[in-house]
């Protein structure tokens, strides 16, 4: 299975894995689903430090790329046609990196691992 993290399942990994579903471990820690971090989320967490709302202990491009080596994530940078494939997303909420997320998940034919019911109320697969 081929399932794009969204942020804060990210950084539960991470971190506070007491916080993720047991779907979401099991997805997870099977070595045959690819897991990817999307490049959105790397931005969001870069905001989110600079302004202080978001702790890390290392800057987040140190703390990302070690995640990423650690978790046998892959790195997914955004592309032209996920951000048009923005035009095609219901105005469900207007947070701009889930629907970032959601618009590269369809694009990509990605799931989302995420606990959002936001994200989970788009046509895109989702599993939490």
Known sequence: MKCLLDTCTFLWLTDQTENLSTEAVAILQDSANDLFLSQISSIEIQIKFNRGKLPLGL??????????????????????????????????????????????????????????????????????
């Not at 046998?72 to 046609?81: E, I």
């Not at 889930?98 to 694009?107: G, K, M, S, T, Y």
């Open 59 to 128: 800057p987040p491009n140190e703390f990302i790329r070690q995640a990423l080596e650690k978790h046998h994530l892959h790195y997914l940078t955004l592309a032209d046609d996920s951000i048009w494939a923005l035009a095609k997303l219901p105005a469900i909420h207007q947070d701009p990196f889930d629907r970032l997320l959601i618009a590269q998940a369809i694009h990509e034919g990605l799931a989302i691992l995420s606990p959002d019911q936001h994200i989970h109320a788009y046509p895109v697969r989702t599993i939490w």
